[in-house]
């Protein structure tokens, strides 16, 4: 049973940093592709960041976060980061991490595995 479990959401000021985590774990699954999507109160999970087996390099993200955010993993922790810089209160979200066992961009239906959330919460 693969799983996925986020940590490092919290409450931040505005202007400040903070990083997420996500193990995969599972036997012997290593996720062809890992994301991070978002949810905001009252509105619909959005795509964040994506990034490939292949690692640097094959990142992409949305344009609301392009230049304040960056996404890695460590093939070897099957883990998955998410740097957050410069947050805004538009940031507010319950932050979810996937995974695809294909090379996948930005569309939920695409990832096979989600993780539980965790929430971040920026003040003005």
């Known amino acids: 049973q693969v799983q996925l479990v986020e940590s490092g959401g919290g409450l931040v000021q505005a202007g400040g940093s903070l990083r997420l985590s996500c193990a995969a774990s599972g036997g012997t699954f290593s996720p062809a592709t890992m994301g991070w999507f978002r949810q905001a109160p009252g509105k619909e999970r959005e795509f964040v960041a994506r990034?490939?087996?292949?690692?640097?390099?094959?990142?992409y993200y949305s344009d609301s976060v392009k230049g304040r955010f960056t996404t890695s993993r460590d093939n070897a922790k099957n883990t998955v980061y998410l740097q957050m810089s410069s947050l805004t209160t538009e940031d507010t979200a319950v932050y979810y991490c996937?995974?695809?066992?294909?090379?996948?961009?930005?569309?939920?239906?695409?990832?096979?595995?989600w993780g539980q959330g965790t929430r971040v919460t920026v003040s003005s």
């Open positions: 996937a995974a695809g066992t294909r090379l996948v961009t930005q569309e939920q239906r695409d990832y096979d595995y």
């Open positions: 990034i490939w087996r292949g690692g640097s390099g094959s990142q």
